[in-house]
């Protein structure tokens, strides 16, 4: 039984305190001598350095806590699902089972694009032509108890005309729109309209007040392959964009109409820091400004595509479920957990009930919300809040630096410095330096991937009425509003607001990390149907029992990440004993398994028995005979550090 007089400080009266120092000296005992701040470090492709561990010292000399700058998050957050059907009539069946099943709100792609179709232009996502679609695509939906959020991009101008047309004088939820012109131009290289009348817009948007109408689509740029830093920098210099070219009487309704997209990736307590950062460096953002930075920056966290798989794609929800943890916990207002198999095939209602349930798991039975500020006092997350907020403020300096972002685009800068980011991400994957399991480790070697690895996205023209609205660009909402509400179609009005210039610089593109593995596994099931069997690769261990087993167990992972049907063995005693019970003919590939110590004696008879037309593979890589090995007969070596890419595509590509 307890003692009610017992305090906590009796409690740990009865512990010795352990100072750093101490720490210190077990861990440089432990490491015979080494320096662990280097030894342990970790250094990240995304440019954070973390060590082994943080103590209370280390927070002593933080600016947000030496300031007393709170960072306030939300008491909990909204879930924001997907809805991702064509057909007005279907989305809408698609909204009311995901209210039902209890989404907070609903993200709603309407993507306008009047350079492609017969008919002067196109629409994709849901395909919303007119008032009348826009009708059937919320009835029933309560605006007054569901938010919405339209991934309308540079065409988010018409959707606002539109949505007002239809809301009348309600008292609904003020609706989200992803309007960020500046990303636009990041994936297009050009405006998507002339700047003096995109500056006009900008300002126009600014007098919605019912609506959140300025947008920062950091999200786009984490799936282009750019670090946490440079996603959370690039994000803060488009909401500075914003604010510059607005008026100074409108800058502080800019700021409140202001909101991030931003990513929730795989890294975990660095992507709850960088949440945490991003309210730090927005308030340092407004004080610049001159503006309240007491008002509060509405996040919008969506689960990572970059990281997401086609190649054991189960896997891509345990990967969601830890994304939208960090995103929770960094304090986002509004998450998005994207179903496991949006990007190939169409999403069922299993995969959109998993995702919607992660965010029910995380409020309901891990009681994440139910913590006020949860990021709030760990040692290490302060000191990674501190560090990602330092170094993302040095990109947001780089970029203002050039003039701001569209003079760092013109200049080339932003496209360089993400480019240089997804470089060094695909090397890190090709050479498992980061492990996308499932795809470049531990493969589902039993599965066969679809023939066509991307899902397409139903597309229609843009349609067009006899109506010939005359729209004032001065007044270009309420006039698109009126338009629409006598029957015209974003056909109609679509070049008032959005008529892309010509291409000056290089466009930044989204992509998917695992593509390239799945285009060589795919490239495997091609072989293997054309001639009629798979590709077949014979393990052969031969010699010290601890060595031959692991580079076995490492060959048997290497090799199936290309999609090969690997064939081993516990191993022989001799390579005449391989021969014997394999014999010449079943493989296409052969793979010794030993020692560096043994390969000299083992090379010379594993060339001689099984080199003829058959692809011979060394385990691991003995630096001092490469050349000699080579020239017994050995065609490629398979080790830690390699590039799977380059070696698998070779080893392929020699089997045809």
Known sequence: ????????????????????????????????????????????????????????????????????????????????????????????????????????????????????????????????QNLDDLKTLLDGIDLEKTGVVFNSGAGSVGLIGLLKAFLQDSDAIPPSFLFDPFTYMAGHGRLPLPEDKMNSIIGQMVDESG???????????????????????????????????VPDNKREQAAKQFWMHLSAGSLYFPEIAKFRAARLLWMRVLDAYDIDSNIPLTIHASTSTWNKAIADPHNNMLRATTEATSAAVGGANRITVHPYNVHFEETDEFSRRIARN???????????????????????????????????????????????????????????EVGRSRKMKEQALATRELVMTGVNHYPDAGQD???????????????????????????????????????????????????????????????????P????????????????????????????????????????????????????????????????????????????????????????????????????VLAGYPKDNIDEFKKAGIDFFIYSGSNMLDTLGEIQEKVV
């Open 358 to 416: 992660v965010s029910h798991i995380l409020n309901e039975e891990a009681h994440v919300s139910a913590v006020e500020n949860p990021g709030d006092g760990s040692y290490y997350v302060e000191v990674l809040t501190d560090e990602i907020a330092k170094k993302a403020w040095e990109v947001f300096k780089l970029i203002e630096k050039q003039g701001g972002f569209q003079k760092a685009l013109e200049g080339k800068i932003i496209q360089g």
């Open 211 to 245: 609506f959140r109408t300025l947008a920062a689509d950091g999200a786009f740029y984490h799936n282009c392959g750019a670090t946490i830093i440079q996603e959370l920098g690039i994000a803060l210099s488009i909401g500075s964009e914003f604010l510059a070219r």
């Open 1 to 128: 039984m307890s003692d009610p007089e017992t305090s906590t400080s009796d409690l740990f009266s009865e512990f010795e305190p352990t100072s750093t120092e101490d720490w210190e000296n077990v861990l440089t005992r432990d490491l015979k001598g080494a320096d662990y701040k280097k030894k342990l470090k970790w250094d990240s492709i995304e440019g954070i350095e973390v060590l082994p561990f943080y103590r209370k010292e280390d927070l002593e000399n933080l600016p947000h806590l030496a300031d007393g700058v709170e960072i306030e998050t939300p008491a909990e957050w909204e879930f924001c699902e997907v809805i991702d059907r064509a057909a007005p009539s279907e989305a809408n069946k698609e909204a009311k089972r995901a209210v039902e099943s209890g989404a907070d709100s609903l993200w709603l792609t309407i993507q306008i694009d009047p350079d492609e179709g017969i008919l002067g232009g196109d629409i994709s996502g849901t395909h919303v």
């Open 517 to 616: 593995f799945e285009e060589m596994r795919l490239r495997t099931q091609q072989i293997a149907e054309s001639r009629g069997q798979k590709i077949k690769a014979q393990l052969i261990p031969v010699g010290n029992k601890k060595m031959r087993k692991a580079r076995a167990t490492f060959s048997q992972n290497y090799l199936e990440c290309a999609g090969f049907y690997v064939d081993s063995h516990p191993g022989f005693d001799s390579i005449k004993d391989a021969v014997n019970e394999t014999g010449f003919d079943n493989a296409d590939i052969y793979v010794l398994c030993g020692s560096d110590d043994e390969y000299p004696d083992l090379i010379p008879e594993f060339c001689s028995e099984f080199g003829d037309d058959s692809i011979l």
């Open 449 to 515: 991937l679809p023939l066509d690895l991307y899902q397409s996205t139903p597309v229609d023209s843009l349609h067009q009425s006899d109506a010939e609205p005359e729209i004032d660009s001065d007044q270009i909402i309420e006039s698109l509003s009126n338009a629409f509400s006598e029957q015209a179609t974003i056909g109609d009005v679509v070049n008032s607001f959005l008529t892309p210039q010509k291409q000056l610089y290089p466009a930044l593109k989204t992509y998917r990390a695992a593509k």
